[in-house]
């Protein structure tokens, strides 16, 4: 059975030796709704109309309803996650928010993700991942990176 770039014998936890620069780790397209904004509003404490009424989030000039911005970060760092198979190996993770992901009454928002090794440092025995995420086409994370330790 072949195995993916930067993952150990096919058993989906990848070895540092096995991961180079340019390795592409996944993508994943994750769809959310206004159900899904109401339970991290919940959740999370942020009650902020705009991330629950169409008429607020027009108010202040925002095409309509947006995701929260630390849900859309969480969910882009999913795919690292599944990557390297243990939330805990990630010791760093951060990004600057560069758009909007309006989720629409009827039909949701796909937010498109994508990561790839951007950097290896075999002394401190971590890679360096860059996620994309867009919706819509447009990016709505900007130098989204995530430091993973990772086996030898």
Same mark, same amino acid.
């Given at each position: 059975?072949a195995?993916?770039?930067?993952?150990?014998g +096919?058993?989906g936890?990848?070895?540092?030796?096995?991961?180079?620069?340019?390795?592409? &780790? +996944?993508?994943?397209?994750?769809? =959310?709704t %206004?159900?899904d904004?109401?339970r991290? @509003?919940?959740?999370?404490?942020?009650?902020?109309? &705009?991330h629950?009424? $169409?008429?607020?989030?027009r108010? *202040?000039? =925002?095409?309509?309803v947006?995701?929260h911005?630390?849900?859309?970060m969480g969910?882009?760092?999913?795919?690292?996650?599944?990557?390297?198979?243990?939330?805990? @190996? &990630?010791?760093?993770?951060?990004?600057?928010?560069?758009?909007?992901v309006?989720?629409?009454?009827?039909t949701? @928002? $796909? #937010?498109e993700v994508?990561?790839? *090794?951007?950097?290896?440092d075999?002394e401190?025995?971590t890679? %360096? *991942?860059?996620?994309?995420?867009?919706c819509?086409?447009?990016?709505v #994370?900007? !130098?989204? %990176?995530?430091v993973? !330790? #990772?086996?030898?």
């Amino acid at each position: 059975m072949a195995s993916e770039p930067g993952v150990s014998g +096919g058993l989906g936890v990848p070895k540092l030796s096995e991961v180079s620069v340019g390795d592409q &780790i +996944g993508s994943t397209t994750i769809h =959310l709704t %206004r159900a899904d904004l109401v339970r991290y @509003a919940d959740a999370s404490g942020d009650q902020n109309p &705009i991330h629950q009424s $169409d008429e607020v989030a027009r108010s *202040v000039g =925002l095409p309509g309803v947006i995701a929260h911005g630390m849900l859309t970060m969480g969910a882009a760092v999913r795919v690292v996650v599944d990557w390297c198979g243990d939330p805990g @190996a &990630i010791v760093d993770y951060g990004t600057r928010f560069t758009g909007q992901v309006p989720v629409d009454a009827e039909t949701g @928002a $796909d #937010l498109e993700v994508s990561a790839v *090794v951007g950097a290896v440092d075999a002394e401190a025995g971590t890679v %360096r *991942v860059d996620v994309s995420a867009t919706c819509g086409g447009s990016r709505v #994370l900007g !130098r989204a %990176r995530a430091v993973v !330790r #990772l086996p030898a």
